[in-house]
């Protein structure tokens, strides 16, 4: 999407141009402005949601729903981010707070426009189908539908982050003293005539410690001497001199006559082999635990969904702002399964 013409919604900058999104949270350019932008779209679908579950028991669940699920997502969000932005700074990560919170707000954005996409759906099956197990399981569905695809927006990020050395700084900081360091070692080697190529050397015609040899063996005074001619060379005659190595060149690790793998003559580019891949695109350890925090963050939604529900409201009770805590979350969605087959 064009920069001359920025979209009024905040999901739609995201999904057409989540390179850009990217771009600006590594360069940590106005993201208060972003993040700002993100909460409220986020709060404001996470609320019409919310009113479609609450609207199963009635017009007062409806409006409790439309404020609690947002409420779910930030407190959940409030809760894990301290764990991802210590467990960044624990292995090298440069992330910033603001950056660390964008990133997981983008996370969020998108699972809460996901997830009002698919109101229309749940409205459908609540006034043509008003079951409450099935209408339960079926809105369990899209919530964790919209959660996986927010959550692979996140990984998706954390992967530019890396690109960029955010994630591993000191593989960019030696990467980028390599770059530098490679112009200078190869302009300090010589170049080498290419095959074919004739070089000219000086011949002496008899020059002599007092002068120089005539022809009959008589001696010319110095200042007398021929001048000096020059005779092309064949190529075939030519030895290459050897190259300079300086000691911040790659050759330098290798003894004389050896030719390291990449190396393609004096004067001329060093060619990088071919990595395998594995070899050195490890993944960096905030990368591995950015996938052990996710897990994290849904086993802390789901239970704190579980302490603020009821969000959909069972048929057969009274309207209560919150039902006392017993059981856990899977243990009910296992009995609404077993209860609907």
């Known amino acids: ?5 920025p979209s009024p919604l905040v999901i739609e900058r995201i999904l057409r141009d989540r390179q850009g999104i990217w771009q600006q949270i590594v360069a940590d350019d106005d993201l208060n402005a972003l993040t700002g932008r993100m909460l409220a779209s986020s709060a404001v679908a996470l609320a019409c949601y919310g009113a479609v579950l609450g609207a199963f028991h009635g017009v007062l669940m409806a409006l409790t729903s439309a404020v609690k699920l947002p409420l779910l997502f930030l407190i959940t969000l409030a809760i894990c981010l301290p764990t991802l932005y210590l467990f960044n700074l624990v292995f090298g990560a440069r992330l910033s707070v603001r950056q660390s919170v964008a990133l997981v707000m983008v996370a969020i954005t998108v699972t809460s426009m996901l997830a009002v996409a698919f109101a229309p759906i749940s409205l459908f099956f609540l006034i043509t189908a008003p079951d409450y197990g099935f209408f339960k399981l079926l809105n369990v569905a899209i919530l964790t539908l919209s959660a996986v695809v927010g959550l692979r927006f996140l990984t998706g990020g954390m992967q530019v982050l890396n690109a960029h ?3 591993a700084p ?6 980028t003293q390599a770059a530098v360091a490679a112009p200078a070692a190869q302009a300090a080697v010589p170049a080498q005539p290419a095959a074919g190529e004739s070089v000219a050397e000086p011949v002496a015609v008899g020059a002599g410690a007092n002068g120089a040899a005539g022809a009959n063996g008589a001696t010319t005074p110095a200042a007398e001497a021929q001048p000096v001619s020059v005779v092309p060379a064949q190529s075939a005659a030519v030895v290459p001199a050897q190259p300079v190595v300086l000691a911040g060149h790659p050759m330098a690790a290798f003894p004389p006559g050896m030719v390291p ?6 004067g001329r580019p060093w060619v990088t082999p071919p990595v395998r891949r594995g070899e050195s695109e490890q993944r960096p350890a905030s990368m591995t635990l950015l996938y052990v925090w996710i897990l994290l963050f849904g086993f802390v939604g789901t239970q704190l969904a579980w302490t603020l529900r009821p969000f959909v409201g069972s048929p057969g009770e009274d ?10 979350f899977y243990a009910e969605i296992l009995r609404t399964i077993g209860n609907l087959f």
């Open 170 to 175: 000191s593989t960019a900081a030696a990467a």
């Open 1 to 5: 999407m064009s920069g001359d013409r």
């Open 319 to 328: 309207f209560a702002l919150f039902r006392s805590i017993e059981g856990n």
């Open 261 to 266: 793998p990449g190396y393609a003559g004096a």
């Open 165 to 167: 050395g955010l994630l």
